[in-house]
């Protein structure tokens, strides 16, 4: 099998960094993420863009928010040195959709499927461990250590009035890239409210199907 260009797409707290690491190792290809590709990519000369900064670094160090068309430029690049990849957290409107298009060409879009009580479920159960950074969830994955317990707080972008807000947006912006990759046939959906191992067992056959 050729390695599989795969865009996963779902809302926050539907396992989309559980399946992707569980696609990149199963078919040995890149797990490409906006947030990583900046990082990897913050000294990349971008001044032939005309923009306020020359490179991607100076609008992170600014804490500004890196513009489309910086966000394109980086995953282009990205791209261009995957044989095959996960793309996860892009595009997020329908003209990066559109940008992306001249860029590659996926295999297959998939689609994590979790209703909106299990993402809220899931996203407010969230615990950070303040010392080690660590997170649990007060149901699917408590702490063995009565200590560790003791000390678990929950995060502000964890509570429920802040994630249905994250979720709101979510739709917002992530629908009309849903609709767009449906009628381009290219989207396989996948329950996404089993068990993670049943998850990976639906997103193996799906993406075997599919390439």
Same mark, same amino acid.
């Given at each position: ?134 997170? &649990?969830?007060?149901?699917?994955? @408590? ?5 560790? $317990? %003791?000390? #678990?707080?929950? +995060?502000? =972008? ?11 947006? &979510?739709?917002?912006?992530?629908? @009309? ?5 449906? $009628? %381009?046939? #290219?989207?396989? +959906?996948? =329950? ?20």
């Amino acid at each position: 099998m050729a390695s599989p260009r795969i865009l996963i797409l779902g809302a926050p707290g539907a396992g989309k960094g559980t399946q992707s690491a569980n696609i990149t190792d199963h078919f040995d290809i890149e797990h490409i993420t906006t947030g990583d590709a900046l990082r990897a990519n913050k000294e990349m000369d971008i001044s032939h863009l005309g923009l306020e900064y020359d490179t991607p670094g100076e609008y992170m160090n600014a804490g500004e928010l890196v513009p489309d068309e910086v966000v394109n430029e980086i995953v282009d690049e990205a791209l261009s040195q995957a044989d095959g990849f996960v793309l996860d957290g892009y595009p997020r409107n329908l003209k990066q959709a559109s940008e992306l298009e001249s860029m590659t060409e996926l295999d297959l879009a998939l689609m994590l499927d979790v209703s909106e009580d299990e993402l809220v479920h899931r996203l407010t159960g969230r615990r950070l461990d303040p010392e080690t950074g660590d997170i &649990y969830h007060v149901e699917y994955n @408590p702490p063995e250590d009565d200590d560790v $317990e %003791a000390r #678990l707080v929950q +995060r502000d =972008d964890d509570t429920e009035e802040t994630v249905k807000e994250r979720l709101r947006v &979510y739709r917002e912006n992530t629908e @009309p890239v849903i609709e767009h990759y449906e $009628e %381009a046939d #290219l989207l396989e +959906r996948v =329950d996404g409210e089993k068990t993670p191992d049943q998850v990976w067992d639906d997103v193996r056959e799906t993406i075997e199907s599919a390439t």
